[in-house]
């Protein structure tokens, strides 16, 4: 069936680095690609998407870029602060129906 | 304030019951999903929702079942028949398809 990986599962960063989060998706007829950031105990957020006619968008110090030839979306944290440790998923697909990434875990160390 | 409730948070039952959790949205939205979230994993859709009276399997519906005879409320039930019930269950909504889900904040539902 339609999958999306993504890596990696852990990712350790120091407080004001950059953080980045690669996706890569199987069903080429996806054309939606949301990252949602989840905190311990709480439901999924979204914090960002973007659809397959964009190639790059950015809000403040988060970005996404998407490669639709090679079937890849990354998020880019810049500057990261105590308050992105957190668990982010990634997901594509079309209509209603979404594909999720299993999750990679942001520690932002001091 | 608008958003989506689910209730209880946490739910302990003894293995062959059926269990029911409730998800109600006030944000007006025709689109709703039932999630299931194992540790370690991404997200796993069981059913979804476009509009009242219809509904969807999605990839896990066996051992599920679900309503939607209200706009705002799509209970799951979470029957017996279904093997691994235990997990953290996740409802959210949508206006459109290919638009933003809100979620709520999930029922952690334990069955011995």
């Known amino acids: 069936g339609e999958n999306v990986e993504q890596h990696p599962s852990t990712l350790s960063v120091q407080e004001g680095d950059s953080a980045v989060i690669k996706c890569t998706y199987s069903d080429s007829a996806s054309n939606y690609f949301p990252w949602y950031k989840q905190e311990l105990g709480k439901g999924p957020q979204l914090i960002i998407d973007?659809?397959?006619n964009v190639g790059e968008k950015k809000d403040q110090r988060i970005a996404v870029t998407l490669n639709k030839t090679a079937k890849h979306f990354s998020l880019h944290i810049t500057e990261t602060q105590p308050e992105d440790s957190a668990v982010y998923f990634c997901?594509?697909?079309?209509?209603?129906?979404?594909?999720w990434g299993a999750g990679t875990k942001l520690i932002i160390k001091p | 304030d608008g958003g989506i409730t689910q209730s209880p948070k946490y739910l302990f039952r003894k293995e062959g019951q059926n269990v029911t959790l409730s998800c109600e949205q006030n944000l007006n939205h025709d689109a709703m999903y039932w999630y299931r979230q194992d540790p370690g994993q991404g997200l796993r859709l069981i059913y979804y929702s476009q509009i009242v009276n219809d509904f969807q399997k999605g990839d896990i519906a066996e051992g599920y079942s679900v309503s939607r005879e209200k706009k705002e409320s799509f209970p799951l039930t979470v029957t017996s028949a279904q093997k691994n019930p235990t997990a953290f269950y996740l409802c959210?909504?949508?206006?459109?398809?290919?638009?933003?889900?809100?979620f709520g904040p999930g029922t952690r539902l334990t069955v011995t």
């Open positions: 973007i659809r397959s």
């Open positions: 959210a909504s949508s206006e459109a398809p290919r638009g933003e889900q809100y």
């Open positions: 997901a594509a697909g079309s209509n209603y129906q979404l594909i």
